[in-house]
């Protein structure tokens, strides 16, 4: 049996950290090691207890979650980041990515979601809650100076399935694992691929990697090997 992926987590609101904790405790595979409400704490108990995922709040008593996020990847870069917080603000979001963060969920998002986020980040993949996804898309490309070759107007004309699946694509994910995790069939998957790769004018899985690091959707490092 795989050992259970490790989580800490950092949020100053001790009713949310157990309600986040029930939440954790529905899926086997994973387990919290370690809670904090203070920000000052953080970096000692990553170096001690070497979770895969560190939990965190953006506003804390004593510092930012995003600051914190910058700080472990930059002495425990193995170590994920998810934040989950109140703020829905664009700045926040991509603030929180640039800061080495792998994912991004509200606070009031269904649990489901937020257990979606948790499996996801601490297997090292991205996650961003699909109902703020285009307006981050948005701001990215805006930063970019314009000079991303395919503006967001593409991107938007996705539908909401076609979006998650054209991540899950850039990320490497085959299309039988996508249509198992979406509960949907390799078919569909093929379909809706196609039916992206039109949208978007691209012709190769390479591009379709380059069009989702330029929205700031996936690091392209991630393929430099």
């Not at 203070?38 to 709040?57: F, I, R, S, Y």
């Not at 509200?106 to 090292?124: C, F, M, N, T, Y």
């Not at 093929?190 to 929205?215: F, P």
Request: charged residues 25%; proline residues 4%.
């Amino acid at each position: 049996m795989a050992p259970k992926r490790k989580i800490l987590i950092v949020d100053d609101h001790p009713m949310f950290r157990e309600g986040l904790k029930s939440i954790i405790a529905r899926n086997p595979e994973l387990e919290v090691v370690g809670e904090t409400g203070k920000g000052k704490d953080v970096l000692e108990l990553a170096k001690n207890l070497q979770p895969d995922l560190v939990v965190l709040d953006i506003s804390l008593p004593d510092g930012s979650g995003i600051d914190l996020s910058r700080e472990l990847k930059g002495i425990l870069p193995e170590i994920q980041t998810l934040i989950v917080s109140m703020h829905t603000k664009i700045d926040y979001i991509s603030s929180a990515f640039q800061a080495g963060a792998k994912g991004y969920v509200v606070k009031d998002a269904p649990s489901e979601k937020i257990l979606q986020a948790l499996d996801l980040v601490s297997r090292g993949e991205y996650f961003l809650d699909s109902s703020i996804a285009p307006q981050v898309v948005e701001r990215l490309t805006k930063d970019s100076g314009g000079s991303a070759k395919i503006s967001d107007a593409s991107y938007a004309s996705l539908t909401p399935r076609e979006q998650e699946i054209l991540r899950l694509l850039a990320e490497g994910q085959a299309v039988k694992k996508i249509a198992h995790r979406l509960c949907i069939s390799v078919k569909t998957v093929e379909n809706h691929r196609t039916n992206i790769m039109t949208k978007l004018d691209l012709h190769s899985t390479m591009e379709l990697v380059r069009y989702a690091a330029r929205l700031g959707l996936i690091d392209l490092n991630h393929w430099k090997s």
